[in-house]
């Protein structure tokens, strides 16, 4: 059995984990990344649609803070020492050019996220970093003599250890051996079902929609605003996925049931969208209903929404009823959640290290001194948008800076 010393033990190459190796070598550490895959950063290689969304531009922590449905408040004080806007100077003083859509979300210039992954890989070989792929840890205890880790054929001795393996319950279940509570990770970004009839043959339709979610049992709804896209399996796009994110525990406890509410106008005040309606019926009498829609809602959809709120012919015959029942339809269509979809959205998950267990100031375990935990490993997830990733970079700048402290300038032993 070989046996190898290291000074820092990082378990997982992604976002965090990389990032944080880079922060503590840079220091003066000597470090070694073990990731159980065969390629780091994957999940960096495929966010943003292979774009890589490395973040969002927002320059107020607090503000970027309330994009979490879970850590909001430790991430506010996280951010406080490595934001977006750090980030940001940091890929340009690595020479990666960067660009800002008009949603917010950050962009390599290139649009491809190897430029990233690239830049990540070649900044951690040149501050000295050592990267085990397809290194599985197996089991993680603490001693007076620091940590032991046991991979398959391998037993590797460690002063600090960073848990980063993101969403997987193998590393979970490390830190729960070690006396961490661990918060069930459940998808929290994804799509659901609705079979109803309104969305039946509408696949591809995208409409500006707000959302209320409700899953089924739970007192409370939540709410969230942007396009809605129909699919063959019921709905998707960034609504659905923001309003998805903050209901994901009382959706996961609900088995994926609830009630979707879809206020296809959310442009329109009531008042003002009634107006709206009973002046197309004064300037267009003759005219199908069908035939004019709604500004903003696609003709098809239109279509169905009408004929829910039975509305037919042309609009002189639509009494004030019926524009009251048209109203109703628009602002307030009740759809049943079946499931959750096939996908989730680049697999975040909440759920992981109770966030209580942790100092953020440092990343480090209150229960086990030495112990390091960031990224998607915590009870921690943001909306999509860049979010997540934000949260990955800063918590491995804060860890792997931390992890460095006691060790800069130490004799390493190898």
Not at 6 to 32: C, N, P
Not at 140 to 147: A, I, M, R, T
Not at 285 to 311: C, N
């Amino acid at each position: 059995m070989l046996l190898a010393m290291t000074r820092v033990a990082i378990i997982g190459a992604g976002a965090a984990g990389m990032f944080a190796a880079i922060q503590a070598a840079q220091a003066g550490a000597s470090v070694v990344v073990f990731e159980a895959g065969s390629k780091p950063l994957a999940k960096v290689a495929i966010s943003g649609g292979g774009r890589c969304n490395v973040t969002h531009d927002c320059v107020d922590p607090v503000a970027f803070a309330e994009r979490y449905p879970r850590g909001s408040r430790e991430l506010r004080a996280a951010f406080a020492h490595f934001q977006a806007s750090d980030l940001m100077q940091w890929f340009a003083g690595a020479g990666v050019a960067l660009k800002t859509e008009a949603d917010g979300r950050v962009f390599p210039t290139s649009d491809d996220s190897a430029t990233i992954c690239d830049i990540i890989r070649q900044t951690a070989r040149q501050a000295g970093v050592v990267l085990r792929t397809q290194h599985k840890v197996r089991s993680l205890s603490q001693s007076d003599q620091g940590f032991s880790l046991r991979l398959d054929q391998d037993l590797v001795q460690a002063d600090r250890v960073l848990l980063a393996s993101g969403g997987a319950r193998q590393g979970m279940a490390l830190a729960e051996g070690l006396g961490h509570r661990i918060m069930d990770p459940v998808p929290a970004l994804f799509t659901v079902r609705c079979r109803d009839t309104l969305l039946k043959d509408l696949s591809g339709i995208a409409s500006p929609a707000r959302l209320q979610v409700q899953a089924q049992g739970a007192k409370h709804s939540h709410s969230a605003e942007g396009p809605l896209l129909i699919t063959h399996w019921g709905l998707s796009g960034p609504a659905l996925l923001k309003a998805s994110s903050w209901a994901a525990r009382d959706l996961a406890a609900a088995g994926w049931k609830g009630t979707l509410t879809v206020d296809w106008c959310p442009q329109w005040p009531e008042h003002d969208l009634r107006q709206r309606l009973r002046d197309l019926r004064s300037e267009h009498p003759r005219k199908q209903v069908a035939s004019t829609p709604l500004a903003g809602i696609p003709r098809r959809l239109w279509e169905r929404l009408i004929e829910r709120a039975g509305l037919e012919g042309v609009w002189a015959t639509a009494s004030n009823a019926i524009l009251e029942q048209l109203l109703s339809t628009l602002r307030r269509s009740s759809l049943a959640i079946t499931d959750k979809g096939p996908f989730s959205e680049e697999f975040v998950v909440c759920g992981g290290v109770a966030r209580k267990e942790v100092d953020w100031r440092r990343m480090e375990s209150r229960l086990v001194p030495g112990l390091h935990i960031a990224g998607e490993a915590l009870d921690q997830d943001g909306l999509t948008g860049g979010f997540n990733l934000q949260a990955a970079w800063t918590t491995g700048w804060i860890a792997g800076r931390a992890m460095a402290q006691p060790l800069a300038g130490s004799v390493c032993s190898n």
